[in-house]
């Protein structure tokens, strides 16, 4: 077999995957025990005698995409996970094959081009300035890297942030009277990095936040007060934009002139919120962010990309460019080429090409394209958010700012858990759920660039009910002669899309032996 034949089976497969994602014809999701799926898979076979090509190779992908999340399916509403642009696909399977690790220049001089470009690109977006094109440095200018994940990007960040409270940090390690100023529903990538940079959990000091999960400015100066009492220093301020729990967004403008004011390094958390900046409706949300010294920006959670592809993008790029301070002599010396090396910006010393997968999307939709997308995305949640809140017996904790919807229904916090068990079993839609305020909500995240406000009529209980009803297949049968589609000319209803699943998990066998 050739890699041309294997790659027309497995996009093949793909294409119909996708295809019947898209009309609702397989479930978002159905689990299965993880031994059953190694069983089927012949995972043990194929590593002892390989031979995973042909038409084994296709046998393998029948067996595999049935066990996969559907994201492609208008009913997943669950994690901040970007539905991926096709295009995309095709620039993972391109960085895939040739595989340049472009941290080093001349191990990938175009993906290296194409992450310049595109972290330059996103510079401009905020309002910061970029280095003049063919030049990563300079006075006076911005500059930034792209990482395997938001979460590797906070901690890049804290690395920077410490580097210039402490620059003898890296080698005498952090000292004990550095301290962070955080809300307390901070992305938990924060607490890590607090740990791996050895600062502690304890010295992160919570900053009030109001009704809704955002900082209060207004409470800054007490608890950088409280701080300084504590003989502490202040290493920098994390705010949210948006909180992963309910999607608000943090008043950057005053807090960043809080910071400036107070020589604090700000940090803003954008890895799924940033793209705000991208639509001129939404824009004013991330209104001060300029003022920040990093920003975090996942091109995976708003820009259509597939995991992962995240951004630092720092204000003054000395900042990044001294964060670290290692040797590697068969890495890092003098020499004459035509491109710069990212490698002393990154944590990570081998990196894929991500700024293909990305710039592959941006391409193919283009701003505009990006730009209507966050807008249909944060328009829906609106639209979902005012439809609950006139059921009546649905409570809504805040009304959203972005794509993330929250709400529960009457009772405790295991009937919540236990209707999102009830809905994920049944196969047509994925939520997940989150603690605000102490108490349980299930929460609707709007990925999908097809789901409508008629998914979510569809989704939700009957009434005060548990669970939406349910009926026998000679009942749904006759429900499809009746239904008119909701998603126009050839849509299924969603009777004839729960009759498809049901024969589609019926089609599902083994792998031959």
Known sequence: MTFLSDLQIVAGALDRQVADAHAGAVPVLAQRP????????????????GGLEGDALRRFMDAYLPTIINLHQPGYMGHQVAV???????????????????????????AAAIESFVLDWMLKKIGWTPPEPGHRTGKGVSGGVLTHGG?????????????????????????GDLALMAPGNNHYSIERAAGILGLGTDNIYRVPTDARGAIDPRSLPATLAHIRRDGKTPMAMVANACSTAVGIYDRLRPIGEFCREQGIWLHVDGAHGASALLSPVYRHLLDGVELASSLTWDAHKMMRTPSVC????????????????????????????????????????TKSGMGLKFFLTLGALGEEG????????????????????????????????ANILCFRVAGSDARQLELRKRILAEGDFYITS????????????FMHPDTTLDDVKR???????????????AALHKAILTERPSRGVGARSASARRIARLEYKVSITPLSP
């Open 34 to 49: 993880m031994s059953a799926i190694i069983e089927d898979l012949q995972l043990d076979r194929f590593a002892r005698r």
């Open 84 to 110: 991926p642009h096709p295009s995309a696909a095709i620039g993972a399977l391109i960085d895939g094959l040739t595989n340049n690790p472009m941290p080093i220049y001349e191990m990938g001089p175009g």
């Open 151 to 175: 979460s590797l990007a906070n901690l890049t960040a804290l690395i920077a942030a410490r580097s210039s409270v402490r620059p003898d940090a890296w080698r005498q390690g952090s000292p």
């Open 310 to 349: 995240a951004a630092l993008l720092v204000r003054d790029q000395r900042t990044i460019d001294t964060a670290f301070d290692q040797d590697a002599s068969y890495l890092i010396h003098d020499r004459d080429q035509p491109g710069f090396d990212f490698l002393h910006r990154t944590v990570e010393c």
């Open 370 to 401: 990006l730009a209507w997308y966050v807008e249909r995305q944060y328009g829906l949640a609106a639209q979902a958010y005012d439809y609950l809140k006139g059921l009546g017996w649905v409570e809504t904790p805040v009304v959203p700012q």
């Open 434 to 445: 989150t603690l605000f305020e102490d108490q349980r909500y299930l929460r609707l995240v």
């Open 459 to 473: 989704y939700m209980p009957r009434g005060n009910a548990d669970h939406r009803p349910r009926g026998s297949r």
